[in-house]
């Protein structure tokens, strides 16, 4: 089956520095990449959606400075959450896409971020 | 907009029961609805797919159902494990992205 794999598992670092997390389909190619962020007991948040090649689409309350999201390759997308601070630490999953609405999303195993 | 809803929020049943989770969408005009699994602390593992077309799909010990009339879809884990204890999730597409339910938490006791 379709695979997305995301690194690093878990992050732990100081207050102010930025941190990159990847996100790679592995036998798919991924058309539309999606990153949200899960709070304890809560259910998904989206971030923001982005497409190969082209600039990444935030929602609403999302700050586009704060994470910054590349999908460079259709195999490959980033989200770097920069200068990091306490209010930053959460679950951050991403997820992808091949073609069309009809297809389905496969996500990755998620990123546990912790900022001391 | 879709608003999905799942009942119950958390369920707890012993080893070999049959188990029934719930799901209903607002609007009917869906491409498909998925159905995932949530183990804590990981990401979502998608189960099953069902598109607009079919009524039910089946894998291995798992069947859901669609009824896209009435906006509900249902899923069946037979003969359940305590390996199939989780968080259980649907998702239905809503303009470019997945709105999901708030999920039902499911206990499988030994």
């Known amino acids: 089956g379709a695979v997305v794999s995301q690194h690093p598992s878990r992050v732990i670092c100081k207050s102010g520095t930025s941190v990159k997390i990847e996100c790679r389909s592995l036998d798919f190619q991924a058309t539309t990449m999606f990153w949200y962020r899960q709070f304890p007991k809560q259910s998904l948040m989206l971030m923001a959606t982005s497409n190969e090649g082209s600039k990444a689409t935030y929602e609403q309350g999302v700050e586009k400075d704060k994470f910054l999201i590349n999908h460079a390759s259709l195999t490959l997308s980033t989200l770097t959450v920069t200068s990091a601070h306490p209010e930053d630490s959460s679950f951050y999953i991403c997820s992808a896409r091949e073609g069309s609405l009809d297809q389905p999303q496969h996500f990755g195993d998620g990123t546990r971020l912790s900022i001391l | ?110």
């Open chain 2, 1 to 110: 907009k879709q608003e999905v809803t799942q009942i119950p929020a958390a369920l707890s049943v012993p080893e070999g029961e049959n188990l029934v989770l719930n799901c209903s969408f607002t609007d009917s005009a869906i491409y498909n609805l998925q159905w995932f699994r949530q183990d804590p602390g990981k990401g979502l593992t998608s189960l099953l797919l069902i598109q607009s077309s079919q009524r039910e799909q089946t894998s291995g010990r798992l069947n859901a159902s669609l009824d896209k009339s009435s906006g509900r879809s249902t899923l069946y884990i037979a003969a359940s494990q305590p390996g199939d204890s989780a968080t259980y999730l649907c998702a239905v597409p809503d303009d470019y992205k997945l709105s999901f339910g708030a999920g039902t938490t499911v206990t499988v006791r030994a």
